[in-house]
């Protein structure tokens, strides 16, 4: 969700305008979108943003307008076994959203570093109003609130906690078409998106819609840190080149490592791999997941897109695919 508000406070800083904070800080039963979900609202009616998949939000609109009014944070019910096919109730709660330059710089900082950060929601589960509902953001040993509350006493009152990991980043090794598909559809995911090139190759950012950075550099040269937020999928249609960057990545983790191509060229690319470095683990080569994606009968570079990032997004949620119809259970875990 860091991406989600990555985005609102993107689109605050275009503005500067007043503007109403929504966050989900409690559920009953099912909803769309579980607690931790945010839309920023501003006085204009403008939305950014969803805490559902758009029959709430004309609510939170409405409920806004009391807060820009009186400055009063509020927390809004909104019961969906009456209007929706959810059977659940959300419980919402509204605040001004004004933050200062020194939040603002702390919370650039931690995106940049991929640092995770933290944030507390205090309210109460009833349709309400109080001075002292609020949510503050934990940067390190650094705690700020998102306006200038009138009471910060919040004895008695109940908590939302939320972890906030680094926004998830996707690098594409490859700058050929069916990865500038993937660009796309990855950013539109919310994911960074980090592309290699071959400086010889002379792309620019251009080239790839939704692309978060391009590094344009030989796989000889090549080196990168994976931390557990970020997947890798290499696709350069090049075997000497693909082969260069997995030994390149060999003592990396990361969340996922995918390699575009038959089941054919991985086992040959496998043995060159242990020919030239026979002292690999053999658990990074379990972990490499070749051919990429899962069978969808994907034929067209988007449909291959949808197929990798539909892998990527099974293994780090530890799911195996499966029709929704044929799950037992709540759909979200």
């Known amino acids: 969700m860091t991406h989600e508000l990555k985005s609102i406070i993107q689109q605050y800083e275009k503005r500067r305008e007043r503007a109403v904070l929504a966050t989900v800080v409690a559920l009953d039963g099912s909803s769309y979108r579980r607690p931790g979900v945010r839309m920023l609202i501003f006085e204009n009616g403008d939305m950014v943003g969803a805490v559902s998949g758009g029959c709430v939000e004309k609510e939170v609109l409405y409920q806004a307008q009391s807060v820009f009014s009186s400055d009063m944070p509020k927390v809004m019910t909104y019961d969906g076994r009456y209007r929706l096919g959810c059977e659940g109730i959300l419980y919402i709660l509204l605040e001004p959203f004004a933050p200062d330059a020194a939040f603002l710089e ?11 950060f933290q944030t507390t929601s ?14 503050v953001f934990h940067f390190g040993d650094t705690t700020w609130d998102i306006s200038s ?3 910060k ?6 908590s939302f906690h939320q972890e906030m990991d680094p926004c998830f980043r996707l690098l594409i090794i490859g700058a050929e078409h069916d990865a500038v ?21 002379e792309k620019t950012e251009r080239d790839f819609p939704g692309i978060h950075k391009l590094i344009q550099m030989e ?4 080196t990168y840190n994976l931390d557990d937020q970020t997947a890798v999928v290499i696709m350069t249609h090049s075997f000497v080149k693909d082969l260069q960057f997995v030994m390149a990545l060999k003592e990396e983790r990361g969340a ?4 575009l191509g038959p089941a054919k060229r991985r086992e040959k690319l496998f043995g060159e791999l242990l020919e030239r470095c026979p002292d690999i683990s053999e658990s990074f080569l379990e972990r490499l997941h070749g051919p990429a994606g899962i069978d969808i009968g994907a034929e067209t570079p988007q449909e291959i897109s949808i197929s990798i990032l539909a892998e990527i997004l099974s293994t780090i ?17």
């Open 106 to 116: 702390h919370f650039w900082a931690c995106i940049e570093a991929r640092a995770a």
């Open 122 to 135: 205090y309210f109460q589960k009833e349709h309400s109003e109080a001075p002292n509902y609020r949510t």
């Open 149 to 151: 509350p009138k009471e």
């Open 181 to 201: 598909q993937l660009c796309q559809y990855a950013s539109l995911t919310g994911w960074e998106v980090t592309v290699v090139a071959n400086p010889r190759e």
């Open 256 to 259: 996922y490592i995918g390699l």
């Open 219 to 222: 796989p000889e040269s090549f």
């Open 153 to 158: 006493q919040v004895e008695g009152l109940l």
């Open 317 to 333: 949620n530890r799911i195996k695919p499966q029709p929704l119809k044929h799950k037992e259970g709540k759909i979200h875990t």
